[in-house]
């Protein structure tokens, strides 16, 4: 299957996590050519600041692996990455990340923390924001919907 | 309780990832006076490599207080919070963090990564390092043991 594929495997459970009203995030990862996790979204019903769709789906796949180190996986999300998220795909050695939409105000990139591509790190990894329209629009629809 | 005690509750916890063969880094969450979560890393035990003591101790917390904001907070970590853990503590909202010793090559403000007096991003907060000797002798030795 191709990127944007995988980036609509991710923008349906950022549905879910609309329809749960969480913030709208979903994130798939996928290991030879095989989705092994698959999350969205959960702070608020968690109550957990940490359960961004990232850090869930990483952790399902080590699960799923067996390992911390996600060697030769690539995580699919919809939105890009916190810096929190960034740094813990780099902590996973995981192969690649690929976004459908830029996050001006908090994604790392977007705020200069390239911390994918920091030499002084354990680990370098791409991460590019492939363009799907629905990803960013699943947000502003949800925020459109908490202003009113 | 003093900070250097607080950081010798965390050290007690770093010890115990030392004898279960973890990086030794131990974190407590204080809350009006009162340690409401411990941790140690287990990133090896659980296979995940996102299982810092900062990122447990921060869920402990926030499972003991019912919500994902930490406000009223204090994190007293070993060692210097990497990037996930510093941005972790920014989205929740924690008061304080307090660390016993600098990590040069790992720590986010060490390497530049000021994520917690980011204006740009949602919270601020004081992290600070409290110098004290036993939180980084007890990495040396730990890697020292690993390399004999």
């Given at each position: 299957?191709?990127?944007?594929?995988?980036?609509q495997?991710a923008?349906?459970?950022?549905?879910?996590a609309?329809?749960e009203d969480?913030?709208?995030?979903g994130?798939?990862?996928v290991h030879?050519?095989?989705?092994i996790a698959?999350?969205h979204n959960?702070?608020?019903?968690?109550?957990?600041?940490v359960?961004?769709?990232?850090?869930?789906?990483?952790?399902?796949?080590?699960?799923?692996?067996g390992?911390?180190?996600?060697?030769?996986?690539?995580l699919?999300?919809?939105?890009?990455?916190c810096?929190m998220?960034?740094?813990a795909?780099?902590?996973s050695?995981i192969?690649?990340?690929v976004?459908?939409?830029?996050?001006p105000?908090?994604g790392a990139?977007?705020?200069?923390?390239?911390?994918h591509?920091?030499k002084r790190l354990?680990?370098?990894?791409?991460?590019?924001?492939?363009?799907?329209?629905e990803?960013?629009e699943?947000?502003?629809?949800?925020?459109?919907?908490?202003r009113?």
């Amino acid at each position: 299957m191709s990127d944007p594929d995988r980036l609509q495997e991710a923008l349906a459970l950022a549905r879910k996590a609309a329809d749960e009203d969480e913030v709208p995030v979903g994130a798939v990862v996928v290991h030879e050519g095989k989705v092994i996790a698959r999350a969205h979204n959960r702070r608020e019903q968690d109550g957990n600041p940490v359960a961004h769709a990232e850090i869930l789906a990483i952790q399902e796949a080590a699960r799923t692996l067996g390992s911390w180190r996600l060697v030769g996986c690539t995580l699919y999300v919809t939105l890009e990455p916190c810096p929190m998220c960034l740094a813990a795909c780099m902590l996973s050695r995981i192969d690649r990340v690929v976004y459908g939409a830029r996050d001006p105000k908090g994604g790392a990139q977007s705020l200069g923390y390239a911390l994918h591509e920091d030499k002084r790190l354990n680990h370098r990894f791409p991460s590019e924001c492939l363009e799907q329209p629905e990803c960013g629009e699943i947000l502003s629809a949800f925020f459109r919907k908490k202003r009113s």
